[in-house]
């Protein structure tokens, strides 16, 4: 015997206040809530599944409303789909009318949300901004291999390196508009199978492309430093003889500094490897932070003109061209970890300590654990002597 369909009536639903479940049939249900809230539900199977969906309150759709939205469903699962998938499908006129400037302006602060490093959150908007202008008023539903090339050819070979963020972040965006539902198909900005076969070979930077001064030649660059005065030279000279990576070195609050026992300390969250890390101060850099003392005037060891804004790394670009030298501020670590393993006995794992890479063997660990930070003053007061030396070793 067939069930029973359209069993409610529209007077027995108004009637009825008792909380419960009441069928009307071909899975159709008004459930009626403890606090007195009513709405419809669907139960079926779906893949050998009992299932259960939602079709909004009982105060909104009327009884006859909910029977079809109840019959369509219906009709879905008999053609062997998913209702529920169907439902949450984005309604295709809202999908067209997304563009990708819009959902881009969307998506990036989330995505830079996990970037410490201001610089590279202002990189992202700017790059998807500047390059990728010509998708911006585009359907992110609709955008081609063809937009892509042409947001890409123009600086595959100036720029090589801007253009292959250019193109990961395009990517990254159509990848979070399919999973949005704003689009399907393959992704047109994907690299490997695809755009690798239109675009030449990536030109790939050699390690260690940050030009570095030879370790010899370190000492007559600082006596050349010494004789200017400035913020930046101090700033410049005291990150060469840190060792430290500009952005930790110019972002550097007075409050990381302990002058009696003679430590920088480094917060995880300032860290490149997201570990804390201990800069033992020797005596020339406790001297650039006494010469920095009378000029402090807010957060930071070497602000700007303004009181509570840090230096740019431009000042140092700009300084090493002034002086005529090649190489770059993050070069010098190169040039202390050249002079650490050719010029001195200390062992390897003291000198990476030092720059805090992140390394993977066990004896490396065990260094990292323990921090080796006087076995690391020794290095760095060594380092501070050769610098101080004022001629080539």
């Known amino acids: 015997m067939a069930r029973a369909v359209n069993k409610l009536t529209a007077l027995s639903i108004a009637r009825e206040k008792k909380p419960g479940r009441y069928g009307d049939g071909a899975g159709l249900y008004l459930v009626i809530d403890p606090n007195g809230s009513r ?5 079926f199977r779906h893949d050998n599944r009992q299932r259960e969906m939602g079709l909004g309150s009982a105060t909104v759709f009327s009884l006859a409303e909910a029977r079809a939205k109840r019959d369509e469903f219906r009709r879905l699962i008999a053609e062997g789909r998913d209702p529920i998938a169907e439902k949450r499908k984005p309604d295709p006129a809202t ?7 819009a959902f881009a302006d969307q998506l990036i602060p989330e995505i830079v949300k996990g970037y410490r490093n201001e610089k590279h959150r202002a990189q992202w908007t700017s790059t998807v901004n500047t390059y990728a202008a010509s998708l911006r008023l585009k359907p992110v539903a609709d955008i081609t291999t063809d937009d892509v090339l042409a947001c890409l050819q123009p600086i595959w070979h100036d720029k090589n390196e801007t253009a292959a963020r250019v193109r990961g972040r395009i990517e990254k965006v159509l990848d979070a508009a399919k999973a949005r539902g704003l689009r399907t198909g393959e992704n047109p900005a994907r690299w490997r199978g695809h755009l690798d076969q239109l675009l030449s070979k990536r030109r790939k930077l050699m390690r260690g492309h940050h030009a570095a001064l030879p370790f010899l030649e370190v000492p007559a660059f600082v006596a050349e430093l010494r004789k200017r005065s400035g913020v930046s030279a101090l700033a410049l000279e005291f990150t060469i003889l840190t060792a430290g990576r500009v952005g930790e070195v110019l972002e550097c609050p007075w409050s990381e500094i302990d002058r009696t026992k003679k430590v920088w300390s480094i917060p995880a969250a300032r860290m490149k490897a997201e570990r804390d ?7 020339r850099m406790l001297e650039i932070l006494d010469a920095m003392e009378p000029l402090r005037r807010g957060t930071y ?3 700007t003109f303004k009181a509570d804004k840090h230096m740019s790394n431009m000042a140092f670009n700009a300084l090493l ?13 190169s040039s202390f970890r050249d002079w650490a393993g050719d010029a001195t006995t200390f062992q390897r794992e003291v000198a990476e300590a030092a720059l805090s890479h992140v390394v993977g063997d066990a004896t490396e660990a065990a260094y990292r654990r323990g921090d080796a930070l006087e076995k690391r003053r020794e290095l760095m007061n060594a380092w501070d002597a050769f610098v101080s030396s ?3 070793a």
């Open 321 to 333: 061209k002034r002086m005529g030298v090649k190489a770059t501020t993050h070069g010098f670590r």
């Open 390 to 392: 004022g001629t080539a």
């Open 301 to 303: 060891v070497f602000p």
């Open 95 to 101: 999908v067209k009318a997304v563009t990708f400037g």
């Open 39 to 43: 709405r419809w539900i669907m139960i």
């Open 277 to 283: 890390h201990r800069v033992p101060l020797t005596p």
